[in-house]
């Protein structure tokens, strides 16, 4: 049972979790914080948190646990301002897509309190935001990926993941360079590409008629292109360096298929398509209970 | 009204368009011609054809309207054989995804019957196959590319436009340069990028941890990847220069984000996002009625 639990961000991420904790009866008190006092006092009125402050720093005094459930970009910010007023069994984690940057800015944060702080990152959402598209089931079936380093509390960890387990989801361990290593190739460059699509695109003369004649396939396939700007601009920026590796593979092997193609090479071009058609209808589960509102 | 309709290639594509003029009422008789006399006989008993035939030449003969619903990669050999049995009065058309390819197959395979046969493009699917996923509805609200090119018979491409819009579809002329480019860029590229993603995934040493993390985002991303190697192989190798153009183009790009992302430089990265996000939110519209069966 968490007494005290403190939402920094109540919006999608940090109020699910929230509506999730209380609707199976394992937290008592739920204080949001956040800057915008429309969607806090929102968050009041839809249940999803029970009372709020615009100060991070006074509304984790006393709490159990503290949940970042802010943008990566005002993450180390956050962290600085709670620092000061964390107790000493205070646990703190947060949501971010990027470990390494953000395990980098708690470590200078919090100095001794780091012990405490459980590096995660759940892997769901919707393209909804804000308090009112919080909803207890979001992470039901769904992975959240946690981070401990090497000087993280062992029973700060085991209360980060029975929190998660009690939201429904599937906690796994891997380490921080793992977990970029792993989101770059699965979530940072496909959005990457995505961008760089409809960007293009976009920049054509002829780029209503483009976008006119776009079928499923390419709605698909562009559907991250309506990401928010800023949110990626952070994770590029945060996870910089795996990004980067992973794309020169990628433009490598483009180039390679590339190459096939200007030699007429249909061999290449099939065994490539058919290797990835089988791996992706072997190895990509259909999706979980994602509401989609 | 069609009095005799001649389907090569009853599958998802050819069969939708018989079950949706059938359903219209705007065909009396219509033939399947095609290789597996399993799906033709199913055609059969779902009233998708009235009979079929496994010899082209002999069905052709007396139709109004001919379809090629065949792949890409056997459209050459049909023209050739149906050729000598053409009468002067049939209408010959196609659903290829390339168009300058096959224009070139109809030139040298039809002579003088060449001026009858309009090539054609619907853009509309399922990720489902055969006459069994036929249904009346697949065109409704989708768009049909129509390339006639200087020869083309205005009587033969008014027919093949009625044909269309009696399916529900709506029908669009660009040249076929034109066409090629267009799908080059909103289906052929992004295909490629896909196909290329999820075999880099693939080959990696833990591919199975890589998938396993991977989100709804990505699941979309690389639902095209799921398309039928053979089928992409002959596309990409049909519409070779348009697709390599475009292909260098967008890698070009690609380079210049990375470049921005190795530089820091986050002004250009989120200048680049919200162009991207902006022009999907404004020109990608939502799908229309497809089934998903």
Redesign the interface.
């Known amino acids: 049972m968490i007494s005290k639990l403190v939402v920094i961000g109540v919006g999608l991420i940090g109020g699910s979790l929230a509506c999730a904790l209380r609707k199976a009866g394992k937290v008592e008190t739920v204080v949001g914080v956040g800057r915008g006092i429309a969607n806090l006092e929102q968050a009041v009125e839809l249940g999803v948190i029970d009372s709020y402050s615009q100060d991070a720093a006074q509304a984790v005094v006393d709490a159990d646990m503290v949940v970042i459930g802010a943008t990566l970009g005002s993450t180390a910010d956050i962290l600085a301002r709670i620092a000061p007023a964390l107790g000493p069994g205070t646990v703190v984690t947060d949501v971010g897509s990027t470990k390494a940057s953000v395990v980098a800015s708690a470590r200078a944060a919090l100095g001794e309190k780091f012990a405490r702080f459980v590096p995660g990152h759940p ?3 919707t393209e909804h935001s804000g308090a009112q598209a919080a909803f207890a089931e979001l992470y039901v079936g ?2 959240v ?1 946690l981070t401990p380093v090497a000087e993280t509390d062992t029973d700060a960890l085991i209360c980060v993941r029975a929190m998660w387990e009690t939201a429904g989801a599937r906690v ?1 361990q ?1 380490s921080v360079a ?1 977990h970029d290593r ?2 770059a ?3 940072h ?16 003369s ?25 949110m ?3 994770i ?2 945060a996870n ?1 360096d795996a ?2 590796e992973i ?5 490598a ?3 390679r ?2 190459q096939a ?2 030699d ?1 090479d ?1 061999a290449t ?2 065994l ?10 072997r ?2 589960v259909p ?1 979980a209970n ?1 509401r989609r509102q």
Chains 1, 2 share one sequence.
């Open positions: 892997i769901a959402g769904h992975r990926i796994a891997m793992d792993v989101l190739a699965t979530s460059l496909p959005h990457m590409l995505a961008f760089t699509l409809v960007d293009m695109l976009a920049a054509a002829d780029a209503d008629d483009i976008f006119a004649f776009a079928a499923g396939g390419f709605r698909d396939f562009t559907r991250i292109a309506s990401s928010n700007p800023e990626w601009r952070d590029a920026l910089r990004l980067l794309c020169g593979a990628y433009n092997r483009l180039e298929l590339m193609l200007r007429g249909g071009l099939e490539s398509f058919k290797r990835a058609k089988e791996a992706r209808d190895c990509v999706q994602v």
